[in-house]
């Protein structure tokens, strides 16, 4: 009988087709990282398994608060653009609305920027669409529904990079849209006002890896940077900022390291009821403090000295 016609063992057909792939051994370089780091050449040897090959990307891994980060206006084109027409909108009390999403990423980000916002004075509402009966992202219906409640600018989060109709629609309504996504590009870009999309930009800026609640936070310290009042969200923002990007599975490198590092010691003292209450269902205990003056800063020493 041919070897494909046999019947395979139970034993066999339990084993899965993945093998483990063992990455080869460089005990020269983890033993010069042993002598930056402080740490065993073992450890030293993981870290290089992971791409931390060089004293400086180890040393940023293991001490991510040491990353000199450029400031985002620099980095998003479409940024100032965005902070203005926000600023605009909050002096003028035109009415904004945020299209977010149901997964934790766009819950966190909705919350993020709907309570900066309101922070800010602005007439701000927000909409979710229906995971059973819309699916995922804006669509032409939150559109009219907006305009007929006299919504002046729409604002998505982790979403409307693909919705070319909803914001088609929405141009010919006469409304701002401004595009807070993180997912990946398409072909053809929505007619918005403006876009920020860390896909947008190059594969080396540390804000690539950021998730949509990342794009969120970046949109929310900009605009309270422009109007002097980072003081009055800054924990709360990197609370919901650190939640969002760990429960979307963002990589814990670059900016996200930075943050969510910050943003995990701020959680356990946290006076947001919805995280509170996660705290609690979770029966984990609230230990720690909020360590020092510098937690949840975003200033010249945490953007870069402009």
């Known amino acids: 009988m041919p070897d494909e016609l046999k019947p395979k063992s139970p034993r066999s057909q339990r084993l899965p087709k993945q093998r483990w792939q063992i990455y080869p051994q460089n005990p020269q370089l983890a033993q010069k990282l042993a002598m930056v780091t402080d740490m ?12 931390f090959d ?10 991510p608060e040491s990353l000199n980060l450029p400031e985002p206006l620099d980095e998003f084109p479409d940024l100032a653009i965005s902070v203005e027409l926000l ?3 909050i002096a003028s009390q035109e009415k904004i609305a ?6 934790a990423d766009g819950m966190t980000s909705t919350a993020l920027l709907l309570r900066s916002l309101r922070t800010f004075g602005a007439d701000v509402d927000y909409a979710i669409p229906s995971r059973m009966h819309e699916g995922y992202g804006i669509n032409k219906r939150i559109i009219e529904e907006f305009h007929d409640e ?3 600018i729409i604002l998505t989060v982790d979403n409307g990079i693909s919705a070319f109709e909803p914001i088609a629609r929405a141009k010919e309504l006469g409304l701002k849209t401004i595009i807070t996504d993180h997912h990946d590009i398409p072909q053809q870009l929505p007619p918005a006002d403006a876009i920020l999309n860390p896909k947008l930009l190059p594969t080396t800026s540390v804000y690539r890896g950021v998730a949509g609640v990342g794009v969120a936070y970046i949109l929310a310290m900009s605009l309270a940077q422009q109007l002097g009042r980072t003081e009055e969200i800054s924990d709360t923002m990197l609370e919901l900022f650190a939640l969002g990007t760990i429960a979307d599975l963002a990589p ?8 969510v590092k910050r943003g995990l010691r701020l959680l356990p003292k946290s006076k947001l009821a919805g995280i509170q ?11 720690g403090s909020k360590g020092d003056g510098e937690q949840g800063r975003w200033g010249a020493r945490e953007m870069g000295s402009k």
């Open 54 to 63: 060089s004293p400086e990307t180890a040393q940023i891994f293991l001490h």
């Open 277 to 287: 209450a996660l705290i609690q269902m979770a029966g984990v205990q609230a230990l």
């Open 40 to 51: 065993s050449p073992l450890i030293n040897q993981l870290l290089i398994n992971r791409g």
């Open 87 to 89: 600023q605009s909108a």
């Open 98 to 103: 945020i299209c977010g999403d149901y997964d």
């Open 150 to 152: 006299g919504v002046r």
């Open 252 to 259: 814990l490198v670059g900016v996200n390291r930075t943050w």
